[in-house]
C-alpha cells in the first residue's frame, strides 16, 4: 500500500500523505506532509506534523489515491464509528500552487451541543522567524498570533454581521482551543505568512463561513531556539440553517508559496484567485 506520494509542478514539491506515519502525536497527521521550494529547500510544515490536514479525516485512516501526475485525494467512507465520508485533494500548478478542495457527507447528525457544523483544517509551521499571521483589518494590514494556546485564537470576518455569528455553548474544562475569539476581524478571506525570504498565502472560497485561527506552540518545539512552532489555522462554520445530513458539500481553497515581494503583491494573488474560488 502506498502511503505517500510526491506532485510537483513548477517552483514547487509537495508529498501528501495518509494518516499512517507515527509522528509526535501519534498516527493521525495526513495532508501535505511536505512542501518546499527551489528558493527554499526546507520544508515549510513541521516534519513530524502535516499542513492543509483536514479535521474530517484526521486519525481516520483515509486511503491514499494517485489521480494523475499532479494531483493525490486523500478519502474515506463513512463508517459506524465516524460516519463522515470524505474526499481531500491535492493538486499542485505551476509556478507556486496548491489547488486544494475537500467534499464530504454527514451520514448522521455531527453537530454535537452546537447548532452549527465545524470543519477544521489545521497548519502546523516549521520553525518561522515571525510567527505571525498577516491579514487586513479595518482596511490595514494587521499582524497577529494568539498570546499563548487557547487564548485570543479566533478571528472572524468583519463581513458577517455579530449577530450571525455562532454561538459556542459552555463546556467549561473541555473547550477547544479555538473558542476565544479577539476584537478585530478579519476583511477579506485570506491571510498569509512569512518563512525566510517566502511567503504562503492562503485564499479561501465561501467567505461567509470562514473563520481563521491560530497558536503561537501548536505545531511544537522549534528548531529557532527559545521559540515554538505556531499552528495557522482555519476553519468552515455551517449555520444551523444550512446544515443537512446526507448533503455534500465542497470547499475550496488556493495555497500560494512563493518569494515574498510584498504586501500588494499579496493583494494581486488573492484577486487572481477569487474567480477560481467562486
Sequence with gaps: MTHCEMIQAGEIQAII?????NGVGGSQYCGVWSLTSVHRVFNIFGNSYAGLLPGVIRGKSPQLKVVDENTVE????????YPVSAVARYTVQPPY?????????????MRGTCDFREVSWCCYINSPED???HFLSQGEWFRYISPKHGVGSNIA???????SLEIWPSLDDKRPFHWDRIERKFDKPFYYGRLGNMVLILIFGKPEWLRFFCSPSGGGASLLPSKSCPAWDFEWVIPNDEYEVGKK??????L???????????????????????
Design 74 to 81: 486523500l478519502t474515506r467512507e463513512a463508517d459506524s464509528d
Design 249 to 254: 458539500y465542497e470547499f475550496k481553497m488556493r
Design 256 to 278: 500560494v508559496y512563493k518569494k515574498f515581494v510584498s504586501d500588494e503583491d499579496v493583494l494581486a494573488e488573492y484577486e487572481a484567485a477569487r474567480p477560481i474560488l467562486a
Design 97 to 109: 500552487y496548491i489547488e486544494h478542495s475537500l467534499k464530504f457527507v454527514d451520514e448522521k447528525d
Design 17 to 21: 500523505g495518509d494518516a499512517s506515519r
Design 131 to 133: 510567527s505571525r499571521i
Design 157 to 163: 470576518p468583519d463581513y458577517v454581521p455579530d449577530d
